[in-house]
Every structure is written in structure tokens, then in C-alpha cells.
């Protein structure tokens, strides 16, 4: 039997791991239905060879950076790295999003760019409460 045990509940580490649980699942979809993850964002263009390969690939750094975030919280590792990583990766989901904002498909872009922009701000806020 092992001798570990996960750390107590924290509110701050709940949220963190609820974030690194959000950014796994959303990169398993990237992963195993690229097109179908990408519909809302970017519309017609998400069927191309080239979109389905770079947002599996885009998926597979989600689904590390979600994992990564997850363990630390989990076996009570610095996490503040890993939550720092995804606040980068967020803040430039959300400025590509805004700078493409036009040619983007109404409802997806809107989405995006709230989503991302959130994600970003709460875990800039989990990485200076945890750091």
C-alpha cells in the first residue's frame, strides 16, 4: 500500500486543479476531433489537413501543460510554473483571437476570447497566491 496521501483541500489548489482538469479535457478534444473543437473559433477553415494536424498538436501541449498542473497540485509540487505557462498560453489565445476578431465566426470569437482572457486573469491570480 502507499504511503501517499493528497494534500488537505485548499480552495486556491481546488481552483488550480479544476483549471489544469479544464485545459486536459479541452486538449483530449483538440486531440481526438480537431474539426469539431475548432468549429466556434475558426469556422470553415478547420476541416483543412494543416488546421487538423496544428490543433492536435496545440491539443497535445494542452493536455501536458493540464496533466503537469494537475500532478503538482496532486503530490503538492510547485505549481506556480506550470500555472504560469498556461497564463501565456491564454493571453495569446485571447490577443490572436481579438486580432483576428473580424473574420472569426460571432458567437466562437466572443467565447474564445472571454474564455481565454478568464483563464488567463485566474491563473495570474492562483500564481501570485500560490507562489
Given at each position: ?11 486556491a489548489r481546488e481552483q ?12 483530449g478534444a483538440m486531440v ?9 473559433w475558426i469556422g470553415d ?87
Amino acid at each position: 500500500m502507499s504511503d501517499y496521501a493528497p494534500p488537505a483541500a485548499d480552495p486556491a489548489r481546488e481552483q488550480v486543479r479544476f483549471l489544469g482538469i479544464a485545459r486536459a479535457v479541452i486538449g483530449g478534444a483538440m486531440v481526438l476531433a480537431p474539426a469539431t473543437s475548432m468549429r466556434f473559433w475558426i469556422g470553415d477553415e478547420r476541416k483543412e489537413f494543416g488546421t487538423r494536424l496544428i490543433t492536435r498538436a496545440f491539443g497535445m501541449r494542452e493536455i501536458a501543460i493540464g496533466v503537469g498542473t494537475v500532478l503538482a497540485v496532486d503530490h503538492d509540487a510547485p505549481v506556480r510554473g506550470w500555472l504560469e505557462v498556461g497564463v501565456l498560453i491564454d493571453t495569446s489565445d485571447a490577443l490572436t483571437t481579438l486580432l483576428a476578431y473580424r473574420k472569426l465566426p460571432r458567437v466562437g470569437r466572443t467565447l474564445v476570447a472571454a474564455g481565454a482572457a478568464t483563464a488567463a486573469v485566474m491563473g495570474a491570480r492562483l500564481a501570485r497566491q500560490l507562489g
